[in-house]
């Protein structure tokens, strides 16, 4: 049974830096497509970037310079480093994971961290 965990959100000012972190238990990070969204109150949610295997990367444009996804394989374990926070990256922040090197399907998601961010 894959379970995601996520953790390091929190509420920030403006300019600052958080970490998130997915552990994943019943899923192995290093052979398939993980990645994190992300969701506003009233708005959908939408893709803040993927990694795949072999480590290639995709970012939303919102958060293209700002943020960066990595794994620790070893640790089973996903990341977000979010830096330059803005008031509008405030929002529940999902990790999930594919079955599939591709990134099309996201099947197994975690309950969510909260970030907020405030001008």
């Known amino acids: 049974q894959v379970q995601l965990v996520e953790s390091g959100g929190g509420s920030v000012q403006a300019g600052g830096s958080l970490t998130l972190s997915c552990a994943a238990y019943g899923y192995s990070t290093s052979h398939y497509c993980m990645g994190w969204f992300r969701q506003a109150p009233g708005k959908e949610r939408e893709r803040v970037a993927h990694i795949r295997m072999h480590g290639v990367t995709n970012y939303a444009d919102s958060v293209k310079g700002r943020f960066t996804i990595s794994r620790d394989n070893a640790k089973n374990t996903l990341y977000l480093q979010m830096n330059s926070l803005k008031p509008e990256d405030t929002g529940m922040y999902y990790c999930?994971?594919?079955?599939?090197?591709?990134?099309?399907?996201?099947?197994?998601w975690g309950q969510g961290t909260q970030v907020t961010v405030s001008s």
């Open positions: 999930a994971a594919s079955p599939f090197v591709v990134c099309d399907s996201m099947t197994f």
